[in-house]
T-cell receptor, first 111, second 110 residues
Framework: KNQVEQSPQSLIILEGKNCTLQCNYTVSPFSNLRWYKQDTGRGPVSLTIMTFSENTKSNGRYTATLDADTKQSSLHITASQLSDSASYICVVSAVGNKLVFGAGTILRVKS | DVKVTQSSRYLVKRTGEKVFLECVQDMDHENMFWYRQDPGLGLRLIYFSYDVKMKEKGDIPEGYSVSREKKERFSLILESASTNQTSMYLC?????????FGPGTRLTVT
């Protein structure tokens, strides 16, 4: 069964600290993996997209990693800001373009 | 910039009412999608459309129907709203490389 599991479900950190969000998947055959940021009351916005051959991709203070062998991805946020407070969703695309969504990690950054 | 707009940000409807959620995209995308999002469950696909007048059921189509009369517009219809359809509804359109989401409609059925 195609599944995407994210951990932790929620996370609270202090402004300026780093954090790492995890995504494990069982989607097969794998096409690509995306991380989205969803602000409260808004639609998701794409942060990164990685294909099978990519191990790391950065977007400003966001760095995503992908280990296709272990079927794990992480999203690392450096020097967190209050505006990073959001839900972060991992989405894995199977060949044939079927998208499988994780339930998301809710991040709260406090001052 | 790709823009996906949804007709309402918030809606409150009564049980049994017919509800229309409208979605418009301005990038000439062929593929459009309707999802619902509930806490702890992530996004679940209701219906999608790959061309005008074409539609396909997603993972949870029961209680919903859709209409795609024009390429830029994809409507989600709740024929008879029920309380278990209280949710956040997200529309998306897609090109070959990326899926773009609208801002969402938070629907409450009382």
């Amino acid at each position: 069964k195609n599944q995407v599991e994210q951990s932790p479900q929620s996370l609270i950190i202090l402004e300026g600290k780093n954090c790492t969000l995890q995504c494990n998947y069982t989607v097969s055959p794998f096409s690509n993996l995306r991380w989205y940021k969803q602000d409260t009351g808004r639609g998701p916005v794409s942060l990164t997209i990685m294909t099978f051959s990519e191990n790391t991709k950065s977007n400003g203070r966001y760095t995503a990693t992908l280990d296709a062998d272990t079927k794990q991805s992480s999203l690392h946020i450096t020097a967190s800001q209050l505006s990073d407070s959001a839900s972060y969703i991992c989405v894995v695309s199977a060949v044939g373009n079927k998208l499988v969504f994780g339930a998301g990690t809710i991040l709260r950054v406090k001052s | 910039d790709v823009k996906v707009t949804q007709s309402s940000r918030y809606l409150v409807k009564r049980t049994g009412e017919k509800v229309f959620l409208e979605c418009v995209q301005d990038m000439d995308h062929e593929n459009m999608f309707w999802y619902r999002q509930d806490p702890g469950l992530g996004l679940r696909l209701i219906y999608f459309s790959y061309d005008v007048k074409m539609k396909e059921k997603g993972d949870i189509p029961e209680g919903y129907s859709v209409s795609r009369e024009k390429k830029e517009r994809f409507s989600l219809i709740l024929e008879s709203a029920s309380t278990n359809q209280t949710s956040m509804y997200l529309c998306a359109s897609r090109n070959r490389y990326e899926q773009y989401f609208g801002p969402g409609t938070r629907l409450t059925v009382t």
